[in-house]
């Protein structure tokens, strides 16, 4: 069965930070957390740096107490990227990786992270639902080796049930990013009940089948890590009695990617 979002009413305006300007090094953004040898956000070992801020609802993130509008611990780009400096010794092969929350909602902030990084000769890496694309600019996108793209169902009306809002601006920005020759990563949630329909995964395998700078494509099993966060935030957990993805069924997505020539992992 698939479950259903509370109400609309639950979905706040989303609230974009304002224009990007130069990255200054003193732009300040608000964090949410920090994974400091991360290994499955882009390639390599990686430090993780998690923004707060997100239009999204997604029905299984990770982490809901991220979603809103972007509040919490503030830091300026300096101070922020001078932790990152502590373990460049462990990420040199890997590099930096700005993920949320949805980082494109402090674009500034990602840009100005993004330039002190390539200064010191890291890899750059953005982690992003794309809805909000539209706010990072080309100047940014530039400083930008790697996109992990989250694209959380091709189906419209799906779209808007796992995430609160609709999948054009989503879709929009990964052609931006075909016609930019920006390297992506696509990911995908399988999730039981909702998102596994055979149409929605065909879909998308055909659109990803189109673009050109898909270096990979990863299908990650649905989990449940964050409901403990959700009963913190006194956010309800509609996907309480949804199991994770027999193997079975991961292969099955992964059979109708490559009926359509795409090798999903």
Not at 42 to 62: A, D, I, K, T, W
């Amino acid at each position: 069965m698939i479950a259903t979002l509370e109400s609309p009413n639950t979905i706040p305006a989303c609230v974009f930070a304002g224009p990007e300007g130069p990255p200054s090094p003193d732009t300040t953004g608000f964090i949410h957390s920090v994974e400091t040898c991360g290994t499955v956000d882009g390639p390599g070992v990686r430090y993780v740096l998690f923004l707060h801020g997100c239009p999204l609802r997604c029905q299984y993130c990770h982490n809901p107490d991220a979603q809103g509008k972007p509040s919490g611990v503030s830091k300026t780009a300096k101070e922020a990227f001078a932790d990152v400096l502590k373990y460049k010794s462990f990420i040199k092969k890997g590099g930096l990786t700005i993920s949320g929350g949805e980082p494109l909602m402090q674009p500034a902030f990602v840009h100005a992270l993004f330039a002190l990084a390539k200064a010191e000769g890291l890899h750059t890496t953005l982690d992003t639902s794309g809805f909000v694309g539209h706010k990072a600019s080309d100047e940014l996108l530039d400083l930008t080796d790697l996109v992990l793209l989250d694209i959380k169902s091709f189906s419209p009306m799906t779209h808007k049930i796992v995430t609160g809002v609709c999948v054009d601006q989503t879709l929009k920005f990964a052609k931006r990013l075909d016609a930019r020759g920006n390297k992506v990563w696509i990911r995908f949630v399988l999730v039981p009940g909702l998102t596994d329909n055979p149409q929605n995964i065909q879909g998308l395998a055909k659109f990803v089948s189109e673009l050109g700078n898909v270096e990979k494509v990863e299908i990650l099993p649905f989990h449940k890590m964050g409901e403990e966060k959700y009963t913190r935030s006194g956010i309800t957990y509609n996907l309480k009695n949804t199991p994770v993805p027999t193997q079975s069924q991961i292969e099955s997505a992964r059979a109708i990617f490559a009926l359509h020539g795409v090798e999903a992992t």
